[in-house]
Antibody, heavy 115, light 106 residues
Framework: EVQLVESGGGLVQPGGSLRVSCVAS????????MTWVRQAPGQGLDWVSV???????YYADSVKGRFTLSRDISENTVYLQMNSLRVEDTAVYYC?????????WGQGTLVSVSS | DIQMTQSPSSLSASVGDRVTITCQAS??????LNWYQQNPGKAPKLLMF???SLEAGVPSRFSGSGSGTDFTFTISRLQPEDIGTYYC?????????FGQGTKVEI
């Protein structure tokens, strides 16, 4: 069974850093494209970043230079390192399998940026 | 970036009704379009890909059509479990972009 479990969310002050993790089971992250999508409270879905199976990464302009997506093949885990966090980064962050068709989603982890 | 515009933003219908949502892309995306359902408090779920292909296990009352810039998503007979918000998403180019969502209520 395909499963994605995110962790690492929490409350952080503006300018701070946080790393969220996504442990995958039922498939390998190295054999799949993996994406992060976020959803601000009461708002719609917002694409954040993707790591393709070849290791290439892409970022939304809103997070470029501040967020870094990586993976640990031995742990079958993807990570989203978020630096220089802003109030507008407050959202539930979903880990998703796929680079185009998002066919499996985690339950999400809430990141709150506030002073 | 490609802008995706959905309409309506919300609708209210009765059980058994036919419900239609439209999605317009700001440029030609061929059929590189997905539809997702997000039930209240849950993660989104992929319903349709390639504009008109049903994801495995999704009921046949859901359907989609369109190509280029104009797309339609239909629920033929609305069921109580269909309440939630529906999103279109293009995957022609990066960044992937979503419509703003259509909230369906009964």
């Amino acid at each position: 069974e395909v499963q994605l479990v995110e962790s690492g969310g929490g409350l952080v002050q503006p300018g701070g850093s946080l790393r969220v993790s996504c442990v995958a089971s039922g498939f390998t992250v190295i054999g799949n494209h993996m994406t992060w999508v976020r959803q601000a409270p009461g708002q719609g879905l917002d694409w954040v970043s993707v790591i393709f199976s070849n290791g290439t990464t892409y970022y939304a302009d809103s997070v470029k230079g501040r967020f870094t997506l990586s993976r640990d093949i031995s742990e079958n885990t993807v990570y989203l390192q978020m630096n220089s966090l802003r109030v507008e980064d407050t959202a539930v962050y979903y880990c998703v399998r796929g680079g185009a068709n998002f066919d499996s989603w985690g339950q999400g982890t809430l990141v709150s940026v506030s002073s | 970036d490609i802008q995706m515009t959905q309409s309506p933003s919300s609708l209210s219908a009765s059980v058994g009704d036919r419900v239609t949502i439209t999605c317009q892309a700001s440029q030609d995306i061929s059929t590189y379009l997905n539809w997702y359902q997000q039930n209240p408090g849950k993660a989104p779920k992929l319903l349709m890909f390639d504009a008109s292909s049903l994801e495995a296990g999704v009921p046949s009352r859901f359907s989609g059509s369109g190509s280029g810039t104009d797309f339609t998503f239909t629920i033929s007979r609305l069921q109580p479990e269909d309440i939630g918000t529906y999103y279109c998403q293009q995957y022609d180019i990066l960044p992937r972009t979503f419509g703003q969502g259509t909230k369906v209520e009964i």
